[in-house]
T-cell receptor
Framework: QQQVKQSPQSLIVQKGGISIINCAYENTAFDYFPWYQQFPGKGPALLIAIRPDVSEKKEGRFTISFNKSAKQFSLHIMDSQPGDSATYFCAASMGSGGGADGLTFGKGTHLIIQP | ETGVTQTPRHLVMGMTNKKSLKCEQHLGHNAMYWYKQSAKKPLELMFVYNFKEQTENNSVPSRFSPECPNSSHLFLHLHTLQPEDSALYLC?????????????FGPGTRLTVL
């Protein structure tokens, strides 16, 4: 049973455009939602994260939008650049558990930014 | 990206072999994780260690055996694997003590089981 559903599987965006990746979760106990970026041959690296007490978080060109009632969250990349070409993973965890919690990941989105 | 290192980077083994994957973190963290990354599938959490104690085993087959001798080192011992176990195995670490801690990933070990 996949607890975090991510779409689209792949995405091609022109340079300067907006890239949008969507995720939906099922487990209402999740309360921490990070996005990871992975380049070929590298491990995933944290890009940006949000807690459900806010509906939006912005860091530079990257924004997370969060809809708690719909159990959905999305990543927006503004002014997309060729260097943003990578695989993006949404994830979720029960962050307030107090211990070390593993992340539940989506399947990933392969993003290509065309020059 | 030298915070979390993994060796070897590539491993080819037969189904009857025994091998081990090694992970070392230089970040002073207290929690370490093993994930499996297969094509077309989400990263799958395998094991979690917090302060050297295993706190989660995500229904992983017994042919995978983790070991955490101290908070800086994590091993994954492999024996009698199956071809479907071929994947990228990722190690991660976090400060520990909270699920909102950022997890820092190593580059992974690409495992091929023949």
């Amino acid at each position: 049973q996949q607890q975090v559903k991510q779409s689209p599987q792949s995405l091609i965006v022109q340079k300067g455009g907006i890239s949008i990746i969507n995720c939906a979760y099922e487990n209402t106990a999740f309360d921490y939602f990070p996005w990871y970026q992975q380049f070929p041959g590298k491990g995933p690296a944290l890009l940006i994260a949000i807690r459900p007490d806010v509906s939006e978080k912005k860091e530079g060109r990257f924004t997370i939008s969060f809809n708690k009632s719909a159990k959905q969250f999305s990543l927006h990349i503004m002014d997309s650049q060729p260097g943003d070409s990578a695989t993006y993973f949404c994830a979720a965890s029960m962050g307030s558990g107090g211990g070390a919690d593993g992340l539940t990941f989506g399947k990933g989105t392969h993003l290509i930014i065309q020059p | 990206e030298t915070g979390v290192t993994q060796t070897p980077r590539h491993l080819v083994m037969g189904m009857t072999n025994k091998k081990s994957l090694k992970c070392e973190q230089h970040l002073g963290h207290n929690a370490m994780y093993w994930y499996k990354q297969s094509a077309k599938k989400p990263l799958e959490l395998m094991f979690v260690y917090n302060f050297k104690e295993q706190t989660e085993n995500n229904s992983v087959p017994s042919r995978f055996s983790p070991e955490c001798p101290n908070s800086s080192h994590l091993f994954l011992h492999l024996h009698t694997l199956q071809p479907e176990d071929s994947a990228l195995y990722l190690c991660a670490s976090s400060p520990g003590g909270g699920g909102t801690d950022t997890q820092y990933f190593g580059p992974g070990t690409r495992l091929t089981v023949l």
